[in-house]
């Protein structure tokens, strides 16, 4: 059982996504008007907007009340009340919540279906109250449910693009489901085909990229929808990347974009900058309660091998903490704390509040619960120390410090073909990042060579780096071969983001 590191952050795919997602209605907008229910961006409602952004959710609902009272018929309080909730929802995860406000969908969809048919803020804001819904319904485990709130989203959006061809928001928010479908992975386009969803991810970015370039109302936030994408679906360039350095020291008061920073920046493997972001993150009575925070400083210190803060920090987390995802996670970091620094009696604890705490929604409390499987079967190894180590300061960027632990060792060291693989593949990546590809290379494809033919995943990881070194060195070929070789391999954990990554690589280079 192992763990690919990088791959952490696709548990927080719906989070991030669905914080900041496609649903945001430009404040400066016309007012539509109809009889009875009409849209109107009265100034009071922008300033809700922007709290909720800012994660001021209390303030924003105050805000919306007023308005409640003074214009009833107004939808856009029917879209706003939604999309506050999602955010709670999202950050808080609190089941009892959830159950309530879920019955509150079809009395918002059927608010805003009051609106005529010759607004195209009709489909349009069914449409993003449904995709709100869907990525709460996924958070709370309902996925199937989620899942056709998705089609049902598509659909109308694809309906409003048919009506009104010129309205932007429709553009943007359907070029961003063109690059979520687009990225499915190949055993599963099967479903989307049969559903009518149509993805294709240049033809989506290129879509949101016409809002971004047109020089409108749409502008800044399809801008922030195309970073979204590229951190957790396709790739950053440098130039983005600056851009997500930029916009919390823009907006100081918005923990939502220091959230978004840091969390970027640590997918990035540079957690050095991500704690800067996380330190200055604003905080207090106004903001809602945000324990995820302390999850990520725990990571951020097991990166830097300060075992005894990274394990208050997730203690610290799971105190504060009344949601159900990440707590199996947290305790494996906590063991990971203590093994780590030879506690070895101390940690075995922990085996135990993994088995019986928090759910197993997300991949990284799966991962969790297998770990403590292999745990009880007496798998771990005091070799794979080493490899642990090696492996968190790999992802928080520390290179150095992530060689000079491997070192002193070489695959020889260790007995099971699984450890040899991954020691071969954490020397490789670790070169890869220090931008040493030529030795990288050999240490990767020896990953894959005694990988072949089995479904040990560091052989696939081995393959898709080796597929991106050779792209950045134009030799196609090769790197076609090697995406091609990472979704070969069958049945491992994080098979289906290898996968998407290495479809996404291959269709960058019109394969």
Same mark, same amino acid.
């Given at each position: 059982? +192992?763990?690919?590191?990088?791959? @952490? @952050?696709?548990?927080?795919?719906?989070?991030?996504?669905?914080?900041?997602?496609?649903?945001?209605?430009?404040?400066?907008?016309?007012?539509?008007?109809?009889?009875?229910?009409? /849209?109107? @961006?009265?100034?009071?409602?922008?300033?809700?907007?922007?709290?909720?952004?800012?994660?001021?959710?209390?303030?924003?609902?105050? =805000?919306?009340?007023?308005?409640?009272?003074?214009? !009833?018929?107004?939808?856009?309080?029917?879209?706003?009340?939604?999309?506050?909730?999602?955010?709670?929802?999202?950050?808080?995860?609190? +089941?009892?919540?959830?159950?309530?406000?879920?019955?509150?969908?079809?009395?918002?969809?059927?608010?805003?279906?009051?609106?005529?048919?010759?607004?195209?803020?009709?489909?349009?804001?069914?449409?993003?109250?449904?995709? #709100?819904?869907?990525?709460?319904?996924?958070?709370?485990?309902?996925?199937?449910?989620?899942?056709?709130? /998705?089609?049902?989203?598509?659909?109308?959006?694809?309906?409003? +693009?048919?009506?009104?061809?010129?309205?932007?928001?429709?553009?943007?928010?359907?070029?961003?489901? #063109?690059?979520?479908?687009?990225?499915?992975?190949?055993?599963?386009?099967?479903?989307?085909?049969?559903?009518?969803?149509?993805?294709?991810?240049?033809?989506?970015?290129?879509?949101?990229?016409? /809002?971004?370039?047109?020089?409108?109302?749409?502008?800044?936030?399809?801008?922030?929808?195309?970073?979204?994408? #590229?951190?957790?679906?396709?790739?950053?360039?440098?130039?983005?990347?600056?851009?997500?350095?930029?916009?919390?020291?823009?907006?100081?008061?918005?923990?939502?974009?220091?959230?978004?920073?840091?969390?970027?920046?640590?997918?990035?493997?540079?957690?050095?900058?991500?704690?800067?972001?996380? #330190?200055?993150?604003?905080?207090?009575?106004?903001?809602?309660?945000?324990?995820?925070?302390?999850?990520?400083?725990?990571?951020?210190?097991?990166?830097?091998?300060?075992?005894?803060?990274?394990?208050?920090?997730?203690?610290?987390?799971? !105190?504060?903490?009344?949601?159900?995802?990440?707590?199996?996670?947290?305790?494996?970091?906590?063991?990971?704390?203590?093994?780590?620094?030879?506690?070895?009696?101390?940690?075995?604890?922990?085996?135990?509040?993994?088995?019986?705490?928090?759910?197993?929604?997300?991949?990284?409390?799966?991962?969790?619960?297998?770990?403590?499987?292999?745990?009880?079967?007496?798998?771990?190894?005091?070799?794979?120390?080493?490899?642990?180590?090696?492996?968190?300061?790999?992802?928080?960027?520390?290179?150095?410090?992530?060689?000079?632990?491997?070192?002193?060792?070489?695959?020889?060291?260790?007995?099971?073909?699984?450890?040899?693989?991954?020691?071969?593949?954490?020397?490789?990546?670790? =070169?890869?990042?220090?931008?040493?590809?030529?030795?990288?290379?050999?240490?990767?494809?020896?990953?894959?060579?005694?990988?072949?033919?089995?479904?040990?995943?560091?052989?696939?990881?081995?393959?898709?780096?080796?597929?991106?070194?050779?792209?950045?060195?134009?030799?196609?070929?090769?790197?076609?071969?090697? @995406?091609?070789?990472?979704?070969?391999?069958?049945?491992?954990?994080?098979?289906?983001?290898?996968?998407?990554?290495? +479809?996404?690589?291959?269709?960058?280079?019109?394969?």
């Amino acid at each position: 059982m +192992r763990w690919f590191g990088d791959d @952490f @952050f696709n548990g927080l795919t719906y989070n991030i996504i669905g914080y900041v997602l496609v649903g945001l209605v430009l404040m400066s907008s016309p007012s539509v008007f109809a009889e009875g229910s009409y /849209v109107k @961006f009265t100034p009071k409602l922008q300033k809700a907007y922007f709290e909720i952004q800012k994660l001021r959710l209390q303030t924003a609902r105050n =805000l919306i009340d007023e308005e409640r009272e003074l214009n !009833r018929d107004n939808v856009f309080v029917d879209y706003l009340d939604n999309y506050a909730d999602m955010h709670y929802l999202m950050i808080s995860e609190n +089941r009892s919540a959830f159950k309530k406000l879920v019955d509150q969908e079809d009395s918002r969809l059927s608010a805003v279906g009051k609106l005529p048919d010759s607004s195209p803020y009709k489909k349009f804001f069914q449409a993003e109250i449904r995709l #709100h819904w869907a990525f709460a319904k996924i958070k709370f485990g309902n996925e199937v449910s989620g899942a056709w709130e /998705v089609i049902k989203a598509y659909r109308l959006l694809a309906d409003n +693009r048919k009506t009104f061809p010129t309205f932007l928001p429709t553009q943007k928010s359907l070029g961003f489901l #063109h690059v979520i479908i687009g990225s499915v992975p190949e055993n599963f386009t099967w479903v989307t085909k049969m559903l009518g969803l149509k993805g294709n991810i240049d033809q989506g970015i290129a879509e949101i990229q016409t /809002v971004a370039q047109g020089n409108s109302l749409f502008e800044q936030e399809a801008q922030l929808m195309d970073l979204l994408l #590229h951190a957790y679906t396709l790739k950053l360039d440098s130039s983005q990347l600056a851009r997500i350095k930029q916009l919390p020291k823009n907006n100081p008061d918005n923990l939502l974009l220091h959230f978004f920073a840091t969390t970027t920046l640590m997918k990035e493997g540079d957690s050095r900058a991500a704690a800067w972001y996380l #330190h200055e993150a604003p905080f207090g009575s106004a903001y809602i309660s945000f324990p995820f925070l302390n999850y990520l400083k725990g990571e951020i210190a097991l990166q830097q091998g300060k075992y005894d803060a990274a394990f208050n920090a997730y203690s610290l987390f799971q !105190r504060e903490y009344k949601g159900f995802n990440y707590i199996k996670d947290s305790n494996l970091k906590m063991f990971m704390c203590r093994w780590l620094a030879n506690r070895d009696s101390e940690a075995a604890s922990y085996i135990v509040k993994i088995r019986d705490s928090g759910s197993a929604i997300i991949e990284a409390d799966k991962l969790a619960l297998r770990f403590a499987e292999e745990y009880g079967a007496g798998k771990l190894t005091s070799q794979q120390k080493l490899l642990y180590k090696s492996r968190y300061a790999t992802d928080g960027g520390y290179l150095s410090e992530a060689l000079s632990i491997l070192s002193p060792v070489s695959e020889n060291s260790f007995t099971t073909q699984a450890d040899k693989a991954e020691y071969n593949y954490r020397k490789g990546r670790i =070169l890869q990042k220090m931008k040493q590809e030529a030795d990288a290379i050999p240490y990767l494809s020896r990953a894959v060579t005694i990988t072949s033919g089995t479904s040990i995943g560091f052989g696939a990881s081995s393959a898709l780096q080796l597929g991106y070194i050779y792209a950045e060195k134009k030799q196609k070929a090769n790197a076609i071969q090697f @995406f091609i070789k990472a979704m070969s391999y069958k049945k491992y954990e994080y098979k289906n983001s290898i996968d998407s990554k290495a +479809r996404a690589a291959l269709t960058e280079m019109g394969q």
